[in-house]
Nanobody, 117 residues
Framework: QVQLRESGPGLVKPAQTLSLNCTVS??????????WSWIRRPPGKELEWIGY???????HYSPSLKSRTSISRDTSKNQFTLQLSSVTPEDTAVYYC?????????WGQGTQVTVSS
């Protein structure tokens, strides 16, 4: 069974870069046709799909976050990483990694990230 686990700092200062890792077990991030996504849920708001990195290493970002987002991967660690730059308190959310884009069959448990000075 595929398992995903998010890791990273829970507190980030405004204007800094948020960086989270997602470690995948039970399946390879290079397996054909799978997309590995980052999603967030701000307090009191709907899920927001941030972007993905595909099995070939191709990336896609939500237009609203594209200018601040970078998703990369380390295939030797079976891990992919989210970087969100120039954060503000509006980026405070529970961040999830998942397999799939806009529909996901496996999710991490989520990690709270708070942007505050």
């Amino acid at each position: 069974q595929v398992q995903l686990r998010e890791s990273g700092p829970g507190l980030v200062k405004p204007a800094q870069t948020l960086s989270l890792n997602c470690t995948v077990s039970g399946g390879s991030i290079t397996t054909d046709y799978y997309y590995w996504s980052w999603i967030r849920r701000p307090p009191g708001k709907e899920l927001e799909w941030i972007g993905y990195i595909g099995y070939r290493g191709n990336t896609h970002y939500s237009p609203s976050l594209k200018s601040r987002t970078s998703i990369s991967r380390d295939t030797s660690k079976n891990q992919f990483t989210l970087q969100l730059s120039s954060v503000t308190p509006e980026d405070t959310a529970v961040y999830y990694c998942a397999r799939g884009w806009t529909t996901a069959d496996y999710w991490g448990q989520g990690t709270q990230v708070t942007v505050s000075s």
